[in-house]
């Protein structure tokens, strides 16, 4: 077991590496819709990539999953298969956000033997939900409130 100030060393080793893997600008916050980003997190359990819809405004975080879920078969045939979808994802400090995200499961951060799995994960799975949002955005931009 990793103590607390060894965990976020090891934490911070891993992210440097992804950096040097794959030195590359990711589009996360930059969407250009407030509280609509692009996000990767990774545990000692599992490593995820996602989508988080967090407008304070629930009627707008609706409708911008909507607006995913309306895109979810070209979305899934064409970009990124096994996604998770969910509305209403309760976060540890009780915020409701919407979230889409694909994960893969038994690899965390802290068994170093996993990272190169983890961040070809990363990057592929990002790559594509990127090149959606870039096709798409316009679309996914366009709510009525």
């Known amino acids: 077991m990793y103590s607390k100030k060894e965990n976020q060393d090891l934490k911070r080793a891993f992210w440097i590496a992804f950096a040097d893997k794959y030195p590359k600008k990711w589009l ?3 969407t250009k819709i407030k509280d609509f980003s692009f996000k990767f997190y990774v545990d000692n359990k ?3 990539v996602l989508i988080d ?6 009627e707008k975080r609706i409708a911008y999953f909507e607006k995913l879920t309306a ?9 990124v298969k096994d996604l998770v979808y969910e509305q209403d994802f309760l976060l540890d400090n009780t915020k ?6 694909i994960e893969l499961s038994d690899k965390g951060f802290s068994n170093q033997n996993n990272w190169d799995l983890i961040f070809d994960f990363f990057h592929d799975k990002m790559t594509q939900l990127e090149l959606f949002y870039l096709e798409y955005d316009e679309f996914i931009k366009d709510i009525e409130v």
């Open 96 to 101: 409701i956000i919407s979230r889409v995200w």
């Open 28 to 30: 996360l916050y930059d």
């Open 53 to 58: 819809i967090e407008p304070r405004n629930n």
């Open 71 to 79: 895109l979810k078969s070209i979305l899934e045939d064409e970009f």
């Open 46 to 48: 599992k490593a995820q």
